[in-house]
């Protein structure tokens, strides 16, 4: 595994890519990386291949002027070589890269052009004299240029394919070619060093790529840790700690902006207030942690009685709840309140203060449609009030407003 140096590190946030030293593959805990990095180097860099192979097919055909020069009397088989062989092959090659299933053979596929591309050059010092054949050599830089950069190819491919050219490079020379030892000297210097400066450039870049993709991943990963925390956090800020429906600030938010909507539609809207009854007597004969564990209770039952789309309950204050209800005329939130009524009667906790003997609800009742008549507060006001006649009334029941009928 490559140690990532104190200047990379501090670059990518201490975040260090765990890569097999020669094929770069991510390794260790980071090795389910290696997939959807080549998915993401093939879409990064596919255009740029693309490029590379129309190029690499337009300049080697371009080529064919100097063949007219320097090989007249061999034109036939140089010619072929350029637009019998590797023209064909690389049209073949940009046409395939079109192809939806191009992803999986697509470093093979370049890699190819360019083992065939040097190959062609090799072959045209073979149809040179000796004095002009290094007019051709030159040619085997750009293959190995197109190898370590050009084509995106990655470095142990780049590697294999281009060492190969030289070995092949080699064979030829010794086999066909017998060139002077000069000649030999300088092709063994300029091609050895050209594979070495490309290996190193190629090797970095790819580093730096696989680096970037981690940095982008994890950047990624902690913007969507980021994303649940705050929208855990939000649900927090809204909600009542001990009851778990929503807190008054959120209630209050709620109400104004039902109001504001139904305000602009013209449709109606509701609110019920509900107040646990007698529940002074509650706490001072049971306790207060068991008027806890009371208000627990009786928010569940409230809420499981409302399920509507719309709608909000919420703690106001001490032991009263408040269901507001956008787009509910008076009719739906009576028999929303009578259904949370009998819930919480049926819930029969024990109450020995109570008439009932049990913990009831008493409910005020109030919806309108919002106008420039009415405010807010007005319509509270009104289920307050009904909510003030219920418990006159003897509590345990439910009462509705006359503000406005709607
Ligand atoms: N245990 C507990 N009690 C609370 C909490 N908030 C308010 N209370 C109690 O709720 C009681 C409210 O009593 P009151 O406003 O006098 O009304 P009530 O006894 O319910 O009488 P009616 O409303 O007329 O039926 C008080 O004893 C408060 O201490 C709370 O968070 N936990």
């Known amino acids: 595994m490559t140690a990532a140096s104190p200047s990379e590190k501090a670059a990518t946030g201490g ?21 959807p990095f080549r998915e993401a180097y093939f879409h990064n860099t596919l255009g740029q291949a693309r490029i590379a192979i129309g190029f690499g097919v337009f300049y080697f055909s371009l080529f064919a002027i100097l063949d007219l020069l320097v090989l ?4 036939l088989e140089a010619w ?21 299933s191009f992803m999986g053979f697509y ?6 052009l360019v083992l065939l591309g040097g190959s062609g050059v090799i072959y045209l010092t ?20 197109f190898g370590y950069g050009f084509a ?5 491919t780049a590697t294999c394919c281009c060492w190969t050219l030289v070995l ?19 092709n063994q210097f300029f091609f050895i060093g050209a594979n070495i400066v490309g290996m190193m450039i190629c090797y970095h870049q790819e580093k730096s790529a696989r680096l970037a993709f981690l940095l982008q991943n994890q950047l990624a990963e902690q913007n969507a840790l980021l994303l649940s925390h705050n929208q855990n956090l939000a649900k927090l800020t809204n909600l009542d700690g001990l009851t778990k429906v929503a807190n008054r600030r959120h209630l209050d938010q ?26 002074k007597q509650y706490n001072d004969h049971y306790g207060h942690v068991a008027g806890d564990d009371c208000l627990i209770k009786v928010a569940k039952a409230l809420s499981q009685s409302v399920r509507r789309a719309n709608t909000l309950v919420g703690r106001y204050g001490g032991e009263e709840f408040a269901v507001v209800m956008a787009g509910a005329y008076t009719e739906e939130a009576q028999t929303v309140a009578e259904r949370i009524r009998q819930a919480v009667q049926q819930l029969a906790l024990p109450h020995v203060k109570s008439e009932t003997k049990v913990v009831t609800l008493s409910l005020g009742v109030a919806a309108a449609v919002p106008s420039q008549y009415l405010t807010q507060r007005e319509l509270f006001q009104c289920a307050d009030s009904a909510l003030y006649e219920a418990k006159l009334a003897g509590r345990n029941q439910v009462k509705v407003g006359q503000l406005i009928k709607a």
């Not at 007249?72 to 034109?75: A, G, I, M, N, S």
């Not at 092949?168 to 060139?179: A, D, G, K, L, M």
């Open 72 to 75: 007249p009397e061999r034109l």
């Open 168 to 186: 092949i490079f080699e064979v030829v020379e010794f086999t066909v070619n017998h060139p002077s030892l000069k000649g030999l000297l300088s």
């Open 107 to 112: 470093q093979g596929a370049l890699a190819f």
């Open 254 to 279: 709620f109400f104004h902006q039902a109001w504001k909507q139904c305000l602009d539609e013209r449709h109606p809207l509701a609110i019920i207030i509900c107040d646990i009854d007698v529940f």
């Open 152 to 156: 995106k190819l990655r470095f142990v």
């Open 15 to 35: 975040l260090r890519a765990q890569l097999a030293p020669f094929s770069l593959h991510f390794v260790g805990n980071q090795a389910d990386w290696e997939q």
């Open 126 to 145: 073979t149809l040179t004299s000796q004095t002009d054949s290094y007019l051709y050599y030159a040619g085997l830089i750009l293959a190995f240029m």
């Open 80 to 100: 072929v070589c350029r637009f019998g062989v590797f023209l064909p092959a690389g049209l073949m090659v940009l046409a395939l890269s079109f192809h939806k």
